[in-house]
Structures are given as structure tokens and as C-alpha cells.
């Protein structure tokens, strides 16, 4: 299966700030990409899904000036979260799906701490 | 917006035993997909069944599906302590189509 790469795995930042996040396919070339957030104890929420040269698809009630997403090649999409404020503090996830499989394969994940 | 939902939210069971997870849904499907996640991690996939599938099996893991009732259970045998995690269903709609998770089911599984 695919492999992904997520970095950072934990970030801090101080309210104001931007923070971004990066999501690399390392073998596999992904045109789509998922980034999803979730909240302790609870389910993953898909905020948008990043299309490689082409403008991301956000769901609905997620904010696209709030939450910056760049896939500028098929194997990097970054999600910045813009004058991040506690309230942003949470898990994000992204997931690429594999070629001829429906299965994701998710990175590991960043812990945001809005301070 | 969620779309499957776990039951039970949480199970404990004894090293050994089986454990199972069940997951509803609401509109129709193409896929049904089951990952788990440990704590503060990422997910993992585990196992797909399709639309057309009613069971499927992977090692310890054994999935059915029940169109008629939109509902999937997973069951994990022999249980191990490594075992012990959170677990979604997710659900997807065709090939190109996002995945929804459920609310999730935490699997203890004591030593």
C-alpha cells in the first residue's frame, strides 16, 4: 500500500500565528488527497479534500481563508492554519487513497496546540 | 456530517476473547471500510468489504455486511492485548468519493 509522511507530529504555537502541516505520498503519486480533523474522543471530520493542481474542496463550515490548502504536486499537499487561535487546537489527519483501492492510507497524524 | 455509527462506544473484554463491534449507516453505499487507531496516532486500515460483498475475512478479522439493515460488524478473535484501540467504520459512496467515519467504538482488551 501506499505510504505517507506527515510532518510536524506535534506543533505548539502561540494565538496569531500560522502553522503548516505537511502531507507527502512517498511512493505513490496522489492526485487527491483528504485532510480531516478530529477532536478528543470523537470521530474524524473531513474539513477538504486537496486536488492536485487545482483548488481544494472545502466541506461545508470549514473556513478556506482559515485553513490554507496548497497541492501544488502529486506527491505534497500542505494545510496551513492561519492566525490560529486555541479553539484550532486539535488532531489533523490527511489520507491519500491508493490506486485501484478503495482503502486509505492516512499519515500519523499532527497534534495542534493553540496557546 | 457523520454517516456510520459504532456500537457499542466502548467494549472490555479479556485477552482471548472475541470481540465485536458493530457499525449502522444511513444512505446507500458502495464501500464500508473498518480502521483503527491508537491512541494519538494515525489510522490503519483493516479490512473493505463492498456493496456486493456480505462477508470477508483477514487473519483475526472477520467483517459482514448487511445491506438490507445498512449495518456492518467487525469482529476481531482470540483478542490481544495489542489489540486494545479505537475503531471506525467508514463508509464511501464510489471510487472518487470521500470517506465518512463513524463516531468510533474504544476496544479494551485486559491481559
Not at chain 1, 512517498?26 to 492526485?31: E, K, M, R, V, Y
Not at chain 1, 478556506?64 to 496548497?70: E, M, R
Not at chain 2, 445498512?70 to 470521500?98: M, P, V
Request: aromatic content about 8%.
Amino acid at each position: 500500500g501506499a505510504v505517507v509522511s506527515q510532518h510536524p507530529s506535534r506543533v505548539i504555537c502561540k494565538s496569531g500565528t500560522s502553522v503548516k502541516i505537511e502531507c507527502r505520498s512517498l511512493d505513490f503519486q496522489a492526485t487527491t488527497m483528504f485532510w480531516y480533523r478530529q477532536f478528543p474522543k470523537k470521530s474524524l471530520m473531513l474539513m477538504a479534500t486537496s486536488n492536485e493542481g487545482s483548488k481544494a474542496t472545502y466541506e461545508q463550515g470549514v473556513e478556506k481563508d482559515k485553513f490554507l490548502i496548497n497541492h501544488a504536486s502529486l506527491t505534497l499537499s500542505t494545510l496551513t492554519v492561519t492566525s490560529a487561535h486555541p479553539e484550532d487546537s486539535s488532531f489533523y489527519i490527511c489520507g491519500i487513497r491508493g490506486r485501484g483501492n478503495y482503502g486509505y492510507t492516512f499519515g500519523s497524524g499532527t497534534r495542534l496546540t493553540v496557546v | 456530517s457523520q454517516q456510520g455509527e459504532e456500537d457499542p462506544q466502548a467494549l472490555s473484554i479479556q485477552e482471548g476473547e472475541n470481540a465485536t463491534m458493530n457499525c449502522s449507516y444511513k444512505t446507500s453505499i458502495n464501500n464500508l471500510q473498518w480502521y483503527r487507531q491508537n491512541s494519538g496516532r494515525g489510522l490503519v486500515h483493516l479490512i473493505l468489504i463492498r456493496s456486493n460483498e456480505r462477508e470477508k475475512h483477514s487473519g483475526r478479522l472477520r467483517v459482514t455486511l448487511d445491506t438490507s439493515k445498512k449495518s456492518s460488524s467487525l469482529l476481531i478473535t482470540a483478542s490481544r492485548a495489542a489489540d486494545t484501540a479505537s475503531y471506525f467504520c467508514a463508509t464511501g459512496t464510489g471510487a472518487n468519493s470521500k470517506l465518512t467515519f463513524g463516531k468510533g467504538i474504544t476496544l479494551s482488551v485486559r491481559p
